[in-house]
């Protein structure tokens, strides 16, 4: 059951990755071009995507991604602290086996090891994604084209994430198709 789950979701991944590299690059000014390229590679969490104003596109996926990655990291670290107080009480009532306590720790080495695996390969991908999804125009023309911005967004069979701010709220929505 929970291989056919994380298959579902690798090829869920996959494909919505194939969608967003096959999208034409974004056209943004070279001010939100070159900001959101640097804010996007030395914090990164979507928000340089944020800044060239295309984070309901994909900017949505990395923070999403990186604060899941960075999650684990912090199970995994504090899985660790509490298998390590556990050894500790259990020594200090003289309950010494070497090799159970060694076998305590592979969960919590995996979990932060895989988290901070997952973590850099998204953030890896994020700034090729940030300087590569998007493409400056000149000031003279505009950065967005009006005719076709509705049409930039990646078509995808797995939902679609639409936020929006007006004077009455804000709303976020995910649609299908």
Same mark, same amino acid.
């Given at each position: 059951m929970r291989s !056919?789950? *994380?298959?579902?979701?690798?090829? *869920?991944?996959?494909? +919505?990755? *194939?969608?967003?590299?096959?999208s034409e690059p974004f056209q943004t000014s070279p001010g939100q071009?070159?900001?959101? &390229?640097?804010?996007?590679?030395?914090? &990164?969490?979507?928000?340089?995507?944020?800044? !060239?104003?295309?984070w309901t596109n994909d900017g949505w996926v990395f923070t999403l991604l990186e604060v899941l990655s960075g999650g684990a990291i912090g199970a995994g670290a504090g899985w660790w602290v509490y298998t390590n107080k556990t050894i500790e009480a259990a020594a200090d009532k003289g309950n010494v086996?070497?090799?159970? !306590?060694?076998?305590?720790?592979?969960?919590?080495?995996?979990?932060?090891?895989? &988290?901070?695996?997952? +973590?850099?390969?998204?953030?890896?991908?994020?700034?090729?994604?940030?300087?590569?999804g998007a493409s400056p125009v000149s000031n003279n023309k505009p950065a967005i084209n009006l005719e076709t911005s509705a049409y930039l967004k990646p078509k995808s069979f797995w939902g679609e994430p639409n936020f929006a701010i007006s004077p009455n709220g804000v709303s976020f929505a995910v649609s299908f198709f």
């Amino acid at each position: 059951m929970r291989s !056919q789950i *994380t298959a579902r979701l690798l090829a *869920t991944l996959i494909l +919505f990755s *194939t969608s967003l590299a096959a999208s034409e690059p974004f056209q943004t000014s070279p001010g939100q071009y070159v900001g959101g &390229g640097l804010v996007g590679t030395v914090v &990164g969490l979507g928000l340089g995507h944020a800044i !060239q104003g295309r984070w309901t596109n994909d900017g949505w996926v990395f923070t999403l991604l990186e604060v899941l990655s960075g999650g684990a990291i912090g199970a995994g670290a504090g899985w660790w602290v509490y298998t390590n107080k556990t050894i500790e009480a259990a020594a200090d009532k003289g309950n010494v086996d070497t090799k159970s !306590q060694l076998m305590s720790y592979i969960g919590p080495v995996a979990l932060t090891g895989v &988290g901070t695996l997952l +973590f850099f390969s998204f953030k890896v991908w994020e700034i090729v994604d940030v300087w590569a999804g998007a493409s400056p125009v000149s000031n003279n023309k505009p950065a967005i084209n009006l005719e076709t911005s509705a049409y930039l967004k990646p078509k995808s069979f797995w939902g679609e994430p639409n936020f929006a701010i007006s004077p009455n709220g804000v709303s976020f929505a995910v649609s299908f198709f």
